[in-house]
């Protein structure tokens, strides 16, 4: 297990520093950050001295290595727009896309898992179609589709929920959160189901093909053979066998989650990463866009970590071939 884990961290490094070079690049070929910095009025040797103290004169790979060594302390630079550190931006934006994705993520699982499930032993009930049919539509419409859509409906027409903002949130000193108050409870309510629907329809889907697979299997037979009952069969044998590539897909769209939020903090104006993001693109504010690159790389390398590792505790066979090999 600990060279495993090895292996991973330094699979995991390798990645991080050629995102980082992607990172980097950007700083080289998408514009003159002076430009970004400066007004028409400043002077050549005004732009000259700025471009020594940021250090845009030294050698590529010296600042390169400059920028990777900022970066591995959390040092993103200063924003060209915000004029402010993009680390304490970041983490001002963080607890919007992390609440948002985890409660999306959480929709998705508590939804999904129980859908496929009874899709897959119940393939001709009324309910199983009605679910697919909503699969379909989860599967088919784009996010900011669904989300002008649930804006209508329960926001313009009914009058439920709101339709932007994060509403009311609590400040507990090191995370901010609306999950404490009944307006940040409406608030995430249309976000977290658009942001989800798609994960959902795709967990749901997932489990119910595994569920009709593991049915058909020989030891499945075999339990009812032997009398055991139908509820231990089905979420005793057969849904725990459907767990590996149900992990597999949950870890990597969670990452997807955190990284595609774009649109749908967008549709509904949620002050998360993604605005910022998209903010920043339309200001080239690229130190805002490389940190950005650079934190959804580490979180898509931390998931796929912890997924490995589920593999291990939920699959016993991943954890024999492990120790023979």
């Known amino acids: 297990m600990i060279a495993f884990i090895i292996r991973r961290l330094v699979q995991a490094v390798i990645v991080m520093v050629v995102v980082a070079l992607i990172a980097f690049s950007m700083f080289r070929f998408?514009?003159?950050?002076?430009?970004?910095?400066?007004?028409?009025?400043?002077?050549?040797?005004?732009?000259?001295?700025l471009r020594?103290?940021?250090?845009?004169?030294?050698?590529?790979?010296?600042?390169?290595?400059?920028?990777?060594?900022?970066?591995?302390?959390?040092?993103?630079?200063?924003?060209?727009?915000?004029?402010?550190?993009?680390?304490?931006?970041?983490a001002a934006r963080a607890p919007a896309t992390l609440e948002l994705s985890l409660v999306s993520a959480l929709f998705a699982l508590l939804v999904g898992i129980p859908m496929g499930?009874?899709?897959?032993?119940?393939?001709?009930?009324?309910?199983?179609?009605?679910?697919?049919?909503?699969s379909?539509?989860?599967?088919?419409?784009?996010?900011f589709l669904i989300g002008i859509l649930l804006i209508f409906i329960f926001s313009v027409s009914l009058h439920w929920l709101p339709s932007f903002g994060r509403g009311?949130?609590?400040d507990l000193?090191?995370?901010?959160?609306?999950?404490?108050?009944?307006?940040?409870?409406?608030?995430i309510i249309l976000p977290a189901i658009t942001l989800g629907l798609f994960q959902m329809t795709l967990i749901m889907r997932l489990v119910r093909s595994e569920m009709l697979e593991v049915m058909r299997s020989d030891y499945i037979r075999f339990a009812r053979a032997r009398g055991l009952r139908a509820r231990s069969i089905n979420f005793g044998?057969?849904?725990?066998?459907?767990?590996?590539?149900?992990?597999?897909?949950?870890?990597?769209?969670?990452g997807s989650v955190i990284a595609f939020a774009i649109i749908t903090e967008t549709v509904f104006q949620w002050p998360g990463m993604g605005l910022l993001f998209l903010q920043a693109v339309q200001n080239v504010d690229i130190p805002i866009m490389a940190a950005y690159l650079l934190l959804i790389a580490f979180l898509f390398v931390v998931i796929n970590l912890v997924v490995d590792l589920l593999y291990v505790a939920v699959d016993p066979r991943i954890r024999l071939s492990g120790r023979a090999a």
């Not at 010296?62 to 915000?82: C, E, L, M, P, T």
């Not at 499930?117 to 009930?125: C, F, M, P």
């Open 136 to 143: 379909l539509v989860g599967i088919s419409l784009p996010p």
């Open 237 to 254: 044998h057969a849904l725990k066998n459907t767990l590996v590539p149900v992990i597999t897909i949950t870890g990597l769209q969670l």
């Open 117 to 134: 499930v009874y899709t897959g032993l119940r393939r001709t009930a009324p309910l199983s179609k009605l679910f697919l049919t909503v």
């Open 52 to 90: 020594e103290r940021l250090g845009l004169n030294a050698p590529v790979p010296v600042q390169f290595w400059r920028f990777i060594s900022k970066a591995a302390q959390g040092d993103f630079g200063i924003s060209y727009q915000f004029k402010q550190p993009v680390a304490d931006l970041l």
């Open 168 to 170: 009311q949130v609590v």
């Open 173 to 187: 000193g090191f995370w901010t959160t609306g999950l404490l108050t009944a307006s940040g409870l409406k608030a």
């Open 30 to 49: 998408v514009g003159d950050p002076i430009n970004q910095m400066v007004g028409i009025e400043t002077t050549p040797a005004q732009r000259e001295d």
